[in-house]
């Protein structure tokens, strides 16, 4: 049995804390060791000769078909009066579905010219870097917080950087890279307009600019008043490597571009806690570990392997989180706005795990691989991030010939974002499984969930954390919290004297202990410090614990400061739940059915339906979710609750 005082852990984590990449590369040192422009080649251009016949004729083939259709397609308008709609009326929706359709179409067939080399597709390709380059603006209206006007239409005065006008510089960058000859046959100032539009755009803004909150410099300022940069940091950062590296022709200045891109990662990575935990939760892993690796990825590249951090223990870490938060395909842990169900991209997880030698993270990329349709087809079709596409393309093979392993680990252990997980047993989704977390309310995009917890059975849902809606203008404004899904009461929570929890840094879970054995493993904390004053709560102490082999036990031990209104015990579920004998609800959809016991001499039960009307949450839950309320019955000051979760026999 081992039992963790949080204090200890976060102290040693703490200490650990240290930039990574500009010590060990400052200036001088990046000088020596980063190729110059015209001395990296990261992947065949058009007029390298069989550049890409290594990839299987139904591969090249399935791009061509597609392109061919997308000849029969125009370049679609992007009217400012769809851009207007996230002021209007919040929806972030039909805008980006245009520019990402622009965007998906152009990188669509600058593949299947770079496979063809016949000339069929230039003429589209230009028109689509003509109509992106004559854009007001490359990012997407809910980003426009970033230009001094505020949102509305944009302000082509003041170019900002947010995620979608970088990614569009790399798309034109790549596309500017593989196609360069065949763009500067047709016309020689094609080139020099993507050249001038992303130094516009994107590398002079980043150059001039350290105010955005994402590169991280005014959290190195000031810390206490300042949030932790998230996934917008490395994802950006590894957008204006890829401008930087392939466009810029100065190359001193393309070193301190690069130099300047390594700082801000230090400014995410810096603070990023050493267990790896991200706090964003696994679909964001994506575009935080994962995006931090494609900058990586192209720092070794572009330096022929000077550059390397893939051996540091934090990088590490970072990599592995993916498959510690995995309970069984296609669901991972899913607090905050992560959903619950998963299809994470196997490329880039071989790829990471590759790179830090975890041949766990490889065999869990296989095993992701043999979940998705793998066609010439089914490729084709999906294109996203052209930079991520073309290492798809290049190192499929090998992932292909991995074998696949599903990693059913027994316990994880996340003490900076205070997040515990474990499973029946070791090396098998049969039983039960238990994720649980403390934490804090101003986590990245955070939900008031302080204390809750999800419990899974054999692989399938049984409580759970609902994730979020289809985001709009209000899901990251001051009304976030007017959102059902973001607030305590409809978490694995209680509701204390009538108030739920408050959302901010301060709310916060305090006296975390985290144990673990082979008999149970369990998260005890207290939760009253997550909840206002005016919930007159001293003391609200949860003990979730999963006994291996048996069921999974919460023990809430409560005392506070006065008695207002009953406490409630809120419980969110997919099964549709049933009272059966005094002190027992069963939850079964057919496939699953569990028991959940609690004391019927403490409560009465209340079962409410949540229709579900979104999009997003439809995908991971289907049409509707239930929640159960369990309302105490009895007027006291100090009370011990306890509830067990277990298979229905």
Known sequence: MRTICLLAVLIALNAAAADLLTPLYPPARLASVLLERDDWRPYPRIDEANGWDHLPEAVRMAY??????????????????????YVRNGNRSRYQALAFGRRDRLARLVLAELFERQGRFVDPILDGIWAICEESYWGVPAHLGLQKAGHGLPDVDEP???????????????????????LDNLDSLILLRIL??????????????????????????????????????????????TCA??????????????????????????????????????????RAGGSLYDALELLHSASNGAIDLFDAPLIKAMGRYIYRAYIRYPYFINFADA????????????????????????????????????????LAGRIGSLGRHLRMLTTRSVLLKTAPREPLLADSWWPAIEVMAARSQSGSADGLYLAAKGGHNDESHNHNDVGNFIVYLNGRPVLIDAGSQTYTAKTFSSRRYELWNNQSAYHNLPTINGVMQRQGGEFSAGRIQYENGDRHAQLRLDIAGAYPPEAAVKSWTRTIRLNRGRNVEVIEQMKLERWISPPELNLVTPLSPSTAAAGEIVLSDGETKALLNYQPDRFAVELDTLDLDDGRMRDSWGRRLYRIVLRAQKRRLEDRYVLTVSGFK
């Not at 810390?223 to 998230?230: A, I, K, L, S, T």
């Not at 190359?251 to 700082?263: F, I, P």
């Not at 830090?356 to 065999?363: P, R």
């Open 339 to 378: 959903p619950a169900r998963l299809n994470p991209d196997p490329v880039l997880i071989h790829a990471y795990g590759s790179a830090i030698g975890d041949t766990v993270m490889t065999g869990f990329a296989a095993f992701c691989a043999a979940q998705r349709d793998q066609s010439a087809e089914s």
């Open 245 to 286: 590296l392939l466009l810029e022709r100065n190359e001193e200045r393309r070193r301190a571009l690069v130099h300047k891109a390594m700082a801000s990662l230090d400014n995410f990575l810096s603070p990023y806690p050493a267990d790896g935990g991200c706090d964003e939760g696994p679909s964001y892993w994506g």
């Open 160 to 182: 900002t950087v947010d995620l979608f006008a970088a990614e569009t510089g790399a798309l034109l960058a790549w596309s500017a890279y593989l196609l360069g000859p065949a």
């Open 196 to 241: 001038s539009e992303t130094d516009r755009r994107i590398l002079t803004p980043f150059e001039q600019r350290e105010d955005w909150s994402w590169m991280g410099f005014r959290y190195r300022r000031d810390p206490e008043n300042q949030r932790r940069v998230n996934n917008w940091n490395p994802w950006i950062n590894s957008n204006v490597l």
């Open 64 to 85: 061509i078909r597609a392109a061919e259709k997308e000849l029969e397609n125009g370049w679609n308008p992007l009217p400012a009066s769809v851009f207007l709609d």
